[in-house]
Protein backbone atom coordinates (compact mmCIF):
# COMPACT_ATOMS: atom_id res chain seq x y z
CA UNK A 1 0.00 0.00 0.00
CA UNK A 2 2.91 2.45 0.72
CA UNK A 3 4.39 1.49 -2.39
CA UNK A 4 1.53 2.29 -4.31
CA UNK A 5 1.10 5.58 -2.65
CA UNK A 6 4.64 6.76 -3.34
CA UNK A 7 4.11 5.36 -7.10
CA UNK A 8 1.18 7.99 -7.01
CA UNK A 9 2.89 10.77 -5.37
CA UNK A 10 5.98 10.12 -7.89
CA UNK A 11 3.56 10.45 -10.90
CA UNK A 12 1.53 13.83 -10.10
CA UNK A 13 5.26 15.04 -9.23
CA UNK A 14 5.78 16.06 -12.91
CA UNK A 15 2.37 18.02 -13.11
CA UNK A 16 2.49 19.93 -9.94
CA UNK A 17 6.40 20.70 -9.97
CA UNK A 18 6.32 23.85 -11.56
CA UNK A 19 3.71 25.16 -9.27
CA UNK A 20 5.26 23.55 -6.34
CA UNK A 21 8.68 25.83 -6.69
CA UNK A 22 7.34 28.96 -8.57
CA UNK A 23 8.32 32.10 -7.39
CA UNK A 24 5.30 34.54 -6.67
CA UNK A 25 5.19 37.61 -6.06
CA UNK A 26 2.70 40.45 -5.14
CA UNK A 27 1.86 42.80 -7.70
CA UNK A 28 -0.30 46.02 -9.28
CA UNK A 29 -1.81 45.92 -12.18
CA UNK A 30 -1.23 49.26 -14.45
CA UNK A 31 -2.21 50.47 -17.65
CA UNK A 32 0.08 49.54 -20.00
CA UNK A 33 -0.09 52.87 -21.99
CA UNK A 34 -1.53 55.98 -20.71
CA UNK A 35 -1.91 59.51 -22.74
CA UNK A 36 -3.29 62.75 -23.02
CA UNK A 37 -3.68 64.33 -26.55
CA UNK A 38 -4.93 67.02 -27.80
CA UNK A 39 -5.22 69.59 -30.39
CA UNK A 40 -2.51 70.53 -32.43
CA UNK A 41 -4.14 73.93 -33.78
CA UNK A 42 -6.94 76.28 -32.57
CA UNK A 43 -10.89 76.14 -33.18
CA UNK A 44 -14.42 75.30 -32.10
CA UNK A 45 -15.79 72.22 -31.21
CA UNK A 46 -17.75 70.69 -33.59
CA UNK A 47 -18.50 67.29 -32.28
CA UNK A 48 -17.67 65.28 -29.57
CA UNK A 49 -17.94 61.24 -30.58
CA UNK A 50 -16.39 59.56 -26.84
CA UNK A 51 -16.80 59.95 -23.70
CA UNK A 52 -15.01 58.62 -21.02
CA UNK A 53 -15.62 54.36 -20.07
CA UNK A 54 -16.02 53.83 -23.88
CA UNK A 55 -13.69 51.91 -25.40
CA UNK A 56 -12.47 53.54 -29.64
CA UNK A 57 -10.30 51.44 -31.79
CA UNK A 58 -7.21 52.85 -33.35
CA UNK A 59 -8.15 55.61 -35.77
CA UNK A 60 -11.69 55.90 -34.35
CA UNK A 61 -12.52 60.18 -34.35
CA UNK A 62 -12.65 61.23 -31.04
CA UNK A 63 -13.28 65.08 -31.40
CA UNK A 64 -13.47 67.36 -34.60
CA UNK A 65 -13.29 71.01 -35.17
CA UNK A 66 -15.47 73.41 -37.07
CA UNK A 67 -13.60 73.09 -40.65
CA UNK A 68 -15.74 75.34 -43.23
CA UNK A 69 -12.95 77.99 -42.99
CA UNK A 70 -10.11 75.23 -43.20
CA UNK A 71 -12.14 73.83 -46.40
CA UNK A 72 -12.21 77.08 -48.06
CA UNK A 73 -8.71 77.72 -47.74
CA UNK A 74 -8.10 73.98 -49.14
CA UNK A 75 -10.54 74.80 -52.23
CA UNK A 76 -8.58 77.89 -52.65
CA UNK A 77 -4.87 76.96 -52.62
CA UNK A 78 -6.27 73.87 -54.95
CA UNK A 79 -6.89 76.38 -57.47
CA UNK A 80 -4.38 78.82 -56.92
CA UNK A 81 -2.10 75.90 -57.25
CA UNK A 82 -4.11 74.68 -60.72
CA UNK A 83 -3.68 78.10 -62.08
CA UNK A 84 0.04 77.98 -61.48
CA UNK A 85 0.82 74.83 -63.19
CA UNK A 86 -1.13 76.13 -66.04
CA UNK A 87 0.95 79.27 -66.20
CA UNK A 88 4.43 77.24 -65.72
CA UNK A 89 3.31 74.70 -68.62
CA UNK A 90 2.73 78.10 -70.95
CA UNK A 91 5.93 79.35 -69.86
CA UNK A 92 7.72 76.21 -70.55
CA UNK A 93 5.83 76.31 -74.45
CA UNK A 94 6.84 80.10 -74.66
CA UNK A 95 10.84 78.83 -74.09
CA UNK A 96 10.55 75.95 -76.48
CA UNK A 97 9.75 78.47 -79.14
CA UNK A 98 11.97 80.91 -78.47
CA UNK A 99 14.72 78.40 -77.76
CA UNK A 100 13.92 77.51 -81.38
CA UNK A 101 14.13 80.72 -82.53
CA UNK A 102 17.42 81.46 -80.79
CA UNK A 103 18.88 78.50 -82.59
CA UNK A 104 17.84 79.93 -85.79
CA UNK A 105 19.48 83.27 -84.91
CA UNK A 106 16.56 85.17 -84.46
CA UNK A 107 16.40 85.99 -81.17
CA UNK A 108 19.52 87.24 -79.05
CA UNK A 109 20.58 85.75 -75.69
CA UNK A 110 19.87 88.73 -73.80
CA UNK A 111 15.79 87.48 -75.17
CA UNK A 112 16.07 84.28 -73.99
CA UNK A 113 17.72 84.61 -70.77
CA UNK A 114 15.02 87.29 -69.92
CA UNK A 115 12.35 84.02 -70.75
CA UNK A 116 13.67 81.61 -69.04
CA UNK A 117 13.96 83.76 -65.90
CA UNK A 118 10.07 84.10 -66.38
CA UNK A 119 10.15 80.55 -66.76
CA UNK A 120 11.64 80.25 -63.45
CA UNK A 121 9.27 82.76 -61.73
CA UNK A 122 6.47 80.50 -62.52
CA UNK A 123 7.93 77.43 -61.40
CA UNK A 124 8.66 79.20 -57.86
CA UNK A 125 5.28 80.10 -58.09
CA UNK A 126 3.71 76.39 -58.72
CA UNK A 127 6.06 75.22 -55.95
CA UNK A 128 4.79 77.93 -53.33
CA UNK A 129 1.08 76.87 -54.63
CA UNK A 130 1.98 72.93 -53.88
CA UNK A 131 3.38 73.59 -50.45
CA UNK A 132 0.90 76.11 -49.14
CA UNK A 133 -2.00 73.44 -50.45
CA UNK A 134 0.17 70.96 -48.49
CA UNK A 135 0.03 73.38 -45.10
CA UNK A 136 -3.90 74.07 -45.36
CA UNK A 137 -4.51 70.90 -46.17
CA UNK A 138 -2.21 69.29 -42.77
CA UNK A 139 -4.37 72.00 -40.89
CA UNK A 140 -7.49 70.01 -42.03
CA UNK A 141 -5.97 67.08 -40.92
CA UNK A 142 -5.18 68.38 -37.75
CA UNK A 143 -8.77 69.29 -36.97
CA UNK A 144 -10.12 65.75 -36.46
CA UNK A 145 -8.93 64.40 -32.99
CA UNK A 146 -8.26 60.30 -33.55
CA UNK A 147 -7.19 57.53 -31.38
CA UNK A 148 -3.31 56.42 -31.81
CA UNK A 149 -4.36 52.75 -30.48
CA UNK A 150 -7.30 50.20 -29.41
CA UNK A 151 -7.92 52.39 -26.34
CA UNK A 152 -9.87 52.99 -23.16
CA UNK A 153 -11.42 56.72 -23.06
CA UNK A 154 -10.54 57.57 -18.77
CA UNK A 155 -11.28 61.63 -19.25
CA UNK A 156 -11.86 64.23 -21.14
CA UNK A 157 -12.17 67.95 -20.68
CA UNK A 158 -13.83 68.46 -24.69
CA UNK A 159 -17.42 70.09 -24.92
CA UNK A 160 -19.27 70.65 -27.54
CA UNK A 161 -19.09 74.34 -28.87
CA UNK A 162 -16.27 74.77 -26.79
CA UNK A 163 -13.30 77.04 -28.12
CA UNK A 164 -10.01 75.62 -27.50
CA UNK A 165 -6.55 76.64 -27.52
CA UNK A 166 -3.50 74.71 -28.51
CA UNK A 167 -1.42 76.85 -26.98
CA UNK A 168 -3.12 77.73 -23.58
CA UNK A 169 -1.82 77.21 -20.24
CA UNK A 170 -3.97 74.41 -19.52
CA UNK A 171 -4.93 73.02 -23.00
CA UNK A 172 -8.13 71.03 -23.32
CA UNK A 173 -7.27 67.01 -23.49
CA UNK A 174 -8.37 63.77 -23.27
CA UNK A 175 -6.93 60.99 -21.87
CA UNK A 176 -6.27 57.64 -23.22
CA UNK A 177 -5.19 54.34 -22.08
CA UNK A 178 -4.20 51.49 -24.51
CA UNK A 179 -6.85 48.65 -24.42
CA UNK A 180 -5.85 45.19 -24.64
CA UNK A 181 -2.49 45.19 -23.32
CA UNK A 182 -1.74 45.89 -18.99
CA UNK A 183 0.96 45.56 -17.09
CA UNK A 184 1.44 43.93 -13.70
CA UNK A 185 4.48 45.80 -11.58
CA UNK A 186 6.11 44.06 -8.73
CA UNK A 187 8.83 44.60 -6.19
CA UNK A 188 11.79 42.36 -6.15
CA UNK A 189 15.09 41.34 -4.46
CA UNK A 190 18.50 40.97 -5.68
CA UNK A 191 18.26 37.32 -5.58
CA UNK A 192 15.01 37.35 -7.61
CA UNK A 193 16.63 39.85 -10.16
CA UNK A 194 19.39 37.27 -10.61
CA UNK A 195 17.03 34.31 -10.99
CA UNK A 196 15.05 36.14 -13.44
CA UNK A 197 18.04 36.94 -15.74
CA UNK A 198 17.43 32.80 -16.72
CA UNK A 199 14.78 33.65 -19.03
CA UNK A 200 11.95 31.32 -17.07
CA UNK A 201 8.40 31.40 -17.60
CA UNK A 202 6.37 34.25 -16.02
CA UNK A 203 2.25 34.05 -15.64
CA UNK A 204 -0.16 36.55 -14.15
CA UNK A 205 -2.39 35.27 -12.38
CA UNK A 206 -5.69 37.33 -11.44
CA UNK A 207 -8.47 36.07 -9.33
CA UNK A 208 -9.28 32.51 -11.62
CA UNK A 209 -7.72 33.46 -14.53
CA UNK A 210 -3.75 32.92 -15.59
CA UNK A 211 -2.28 35.02 -18.74
CA UNK A 212 1.09 34.62 -20.51
CA UNK A 213 3.48 37.25 -19.85
CA UNK A 214 4.15 38.70 -23.40
CA UNK A 215 6.89 40.93 -22.21
CA UNK A 216 8.61 41.63 -19.18
CA UNK A 217 11.71 44.10 -17.87
CA UNK A 218 13.54 44.23 -14.52
CA UNK A 219 14.41 48.34 -13.69
CA UNK A 220 18.20 48.66 -13.70
CA UNK A 221 18.04 51.25 -10.69
CA UNK A 222 16.67 49.63 -7.22
CA UNK A 223 13.66 51.58 -5.92
CA UNK A 224 13.67 51.17 -2.89
CA UNK A 225 16.25 49.90 0.26
CA UNK A 226 14.19 47.43 2.42
CA UNK A 227 15.55 45.60 5.07
CA UNK A 228 16.02 42.49 3.22
CA UNK A 229 18.08 44.62 0.67
CA UNK A 230 17.70 46.76 -2.44
CA UNK A 231 14.48 46.21 -4.14
CA UNK A 232 13.92 46.42 -8.09
CA UNK A 233 10.51 46.79 -9.85
CA UNK A 234 9.66 44.34 -12.15
CA UNK A 235 7.33 44.90 -14.76
CA UNK A 236 5.27 41.84 -16.84
CA UNK A 237 3.26 42.80 -20.39
CA UNK A 238 0.22 40.70 -20.25
CA UNK A 239 -2.76 41.12 -23.16
CA UNK A 240 -6.76 40.63 -22.35
CA UNK A 241 -9.49 42.47 -24.29
CA UNK A 242 -11.39 42.61 -20.77
CA UNK A 243 -11.05 45.56 -18.61
CA UNK A 244 -8.93 45.39 -16.14
CA UNK A 245 -8.75 48.34 -13.70
CA UNK A 246 -5.56 49.99 -12.75
CA UNK A 247 -4.62 49.24 -8.97
CA UNK A 248 -5.95 45.61 -9.44
CA UNK A 249 -3.98 42.95 -7.16
CA UNK A 250 -2.81 40.06 -8.97
CA UNK A 251 0.06 37.50 -8.55
CA UNK A 252 3.12 36.89 -11.09
CA UNK A 253 4.44 33.72 -11.12
CA UNK A 254 8.15 32.74 -12.10
CA UNK A 255 8.59 28.90 -13.30
CA UNK A 256 12.33 28.10 -13.38
Known amino acids: MKNRFRILLLGLLPLTAGTLFADTFDAIVDWNRRVEVGFGMSGQVK ?27 VNKALN ?45 AFNDAQLEHRRVGHLLELATLAAPFDAWVVDSDFMLGQFVHHQADSP ?3 TL ?14 AAVERLTRNPDIKIRLGDKTFEAAQSRIGLEPIADGNEGQRYLLSVQFETDDLIRPGTSCTVLVVP
Do not use: C, N
Open 47 to 73: AVEVRPGDAVAAGAVLVSLDTVLLEIA
Open 80 to 124: TKAISEAEMERQLAVLEREQTLYDEGALSAVQLEQVELDLSRTEF
Open 172 to 174: VLM
Open 177 to 190: AERGRYVAEAEIDG
